[in-house]
Nanobody, 120 residues
Framework: QVQLVESGGGLVQAGGSLRLSCAAS????????MGWFRQVPGKGREFVAA???SGRSAVKGRFTISRDNRENMVYLQMNSLKPEDTAVYYC??????????????????WGQGTQVTVSS
């Protein structure tokens, strides 16, 4: 079992930045694909970014995902935020492959989510 706890969400103005953190416990993250998803009311979870066990960081547009396997931490740096980025952001861990890492179904463990609100 892996327990994931997100933090770092909040209210930010458009154009601002936030850094989300995900702390893992229970098992080492080293063997897992780690991902960030987001969800708004009435919609399914949307893929934001992912990083395989061997990665250090990966950039997807305005967002950068990074991981520290020694500290069992995963981060999401979000820059130039827009109102449409408003959502609950979830950290996830699973045995996904590179080919399936964008699919929520490929992840076995999820955090409780952290709210990000971007004001215009």
């Amino acid at each position: 079992q892996v327990q994931l706890v997100e933090s770092g969400g909040g209210l930010v103005q458009a154009g601002g930045s936030l850094r989300l953190s995900c702390a893992a416990s229970g098992r080492a993250l080293a063997s897992y694909m780690m991902g960030w998803f987001r969800q708004v009311p009435g919609k399914g979870r949307e893929f934001v970014a992912a990083i395989p066990w061997s990665g250090r960081s990966a950039v997807k547009g305005r967002f950068t995902i990074s991981r520290d396997n020694r500290e069992n931490m995963v981060y999401l740096q979000m820059n130039s935020l827009k109102p449409e980025d408003t959502a609950v952001y979830y950290c996830a861990a699973g045995q996904s492959t590179i080919a399936s890492m964008t699919l929520a179904a490929g992840y076995d463990y999820w955090g409780q989510g952290t709210q990000v609100t971007v004001s215009s």
